[in-house]
Nanobody
């Protein structure tokens, strides 16, 4: 089992930055990838970014490319999502996810563990 705890959400003005953190515990040695997804009211959960647990290869969605960066701190078993130049359309609940299978890591189904979610609200 892997447990995920997110933090760092909040209210921010458009154009501002925010950093989300996701601390992983448990059987982290078995992980293949960790990712961030978001879900706005009335919309499906969508992929934002992912990082491979070994090698640190990253991939971000086109909608946030150039504004969001995913990174990790191995010593702390923590993954970060640095969000810059935030827009009102970035408003959503952001979820951290972890998976231990080498499957498509841009899909919700590619992850077996999920955090509780953290609200990000961007005001215009």
């Amino acid at each position: 089992q892997v447990q995920l705890v997110e933090s760092g959400g909040g209210l921010v003005q458009a154009g501002g930055p925010l950093r989300l953190s996701c601390a992983a515990s448990g059987r982290t040695f078995s992980l293949y990838a960790m990712g961030w997804f978001r879900q706005a009211p009335g919309k499906e959960r969508e992929f934002v970014a992912r990082i491979l647990w070994s090698g640190a290869s990253t991939y971000v969605a086109d909608s946030v490319k150039g504004r969001f960066t995913i990174s990790r701190d191995n010593a702390k078993n923590t993954v970060y999502l640095q969000m810059n130049s935030l827009k009102p359309e970035d408003t959503a609940v952001y979820y951290c996810a972890a998976g231990n299978l080498p499957v498509d890591s841009t899909r919700v189904g590619g992850y077996g563990y999920w955090g509780q979610g953290t609200q990000v609200t961007v005001s215009s």
